[in-house]
């Protein structure tokens, strides 16, 4: 199947590593020019130096130091890229602390997406895909911020598609958990590998997911391929979420 992404332009919010880096390097492969932020230019460069000469990589990749709840600094990268395809708002903060979540999950991910939509008008394909969590759909006593304000962008990312349609699709795509290189459950791993044994093992698949796994999916879903995919929430969580969801 041709996604049809050869050509386009895409934003990845937090593309220096983990999932948002992976978004960014399946997107380059499939074509798309991608232009990535993250706080520190020392993994910018990073990332970027494993772009250098990589074979099966059609798109050209940049990336910018920004905090994107700097929303004014956020709006100057945007106008100075132009217009583009496709947005993908994948930073957290990854955190269970409420003033945290709600600056970097809740107001920045809404300032950011807000801003990006002039940006998309001109664009005959357009597409906003949130990384979201299979963490919004599940009680957790222990994070509860986390996973409220993912629940919260979800709905406000359904609300958004009913807006802007049918000039830009916004999807959701919520992963279950992902083990990146230096990245969460990877510190699990090292630190308390009997937690991370249960986190194995609440998985049917008896594994966690890998970035790309994830960014295979985040794609689809942004593209041209998914034209009638619109204001729905993926969960790709390799069956660990038990309810059913209506
Ligand atoms: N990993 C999992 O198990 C899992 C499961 C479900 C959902 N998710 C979701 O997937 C997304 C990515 O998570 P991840 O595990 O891949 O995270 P990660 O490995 O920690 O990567 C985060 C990326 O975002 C950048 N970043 C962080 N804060 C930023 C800020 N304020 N401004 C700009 N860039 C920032 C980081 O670079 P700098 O530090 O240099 O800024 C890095 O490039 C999140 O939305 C998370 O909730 C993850």
Redesign the pocket.
């Known amino acids: 199947m041709d996604l049809k992404l050869y050509g386009l332009k895409a934003v990845v919010?937090?593309?220096?590593?983990?999932?948002?880096?992976a978004i960014v390097r399946v997107l380059a492969e499939e074509g798309c020019d991608v232009a990535f932020?993250?706080?520190?230019q020392a993994?910018?460069d990073k990332a970027l130096a494993a772009y250098v000469g990589r074979a099966g990589l059609a798109g050209k990749v940049q990336g910018r130091a920004?905090?994107?709840?700097d929303t004014a600094q956020l709006q100057q990268w945007l106008t100075e890229l132009g217009g583009f395809d496709i947005f993908i708002p994948?930073?957290?903060?990854?955190s269970g602390d409420w003033d945290a979540a709600i600056a970097?999950d809740l107001r920045?991910t809404v300032a950011a997406t807000e801003a990006a939509l002039p940006f998309m008008a001109a664009s005959s394909c357009a597409a906003i895909t949130y990384?979201?969590?299979?963490?919004g759909s599940l009680a957790a006593p222990n994070s509860a911020a986390y996973g409220a304000i993912?629940a919260a962008l979800a709905h406000y990312m359904k609300s958004l598609a009913l807006r802007v349609l049918p000039a830009i699709r916004v999807n959701t795509v919520?992963?279950?958990?992902?083990?990146?290189i230096?990245?969460?459950?990877d510190k699990v791993r090292a630190e308390d590998p009997a937690s991370y044994l249960r986190v194995q093992q609440r998985n049917p698949l008896g594994r966690?997911a890998s970035?790309e796994e994830i960014a295979r999916v985040v794609a689809f879903v942004s593209s041209p391929a998914a034209s009638f995919v619109a204001g729905a929430n993926w969960y790709v969580d390799g069956g660990s979420v038990a309810h059913v969801q209506i």
Not at 66 to 69: A, G, I, N, R, S
Not at 174 to 180: A, I, N, R
């Open positions: 919010t937090g593309g220096s590593s983990g999932i948002g880096a932020c993250a706080r520190g993994g910018i920004l905090d994107v709840t994948n930073v957290s903060a990854l970097t920045a990384i979201g969590s299979k963490a993912k919520s992963p279950g958990d992902t083990l990146v230096d990245g969460f459950w966690l970035a």
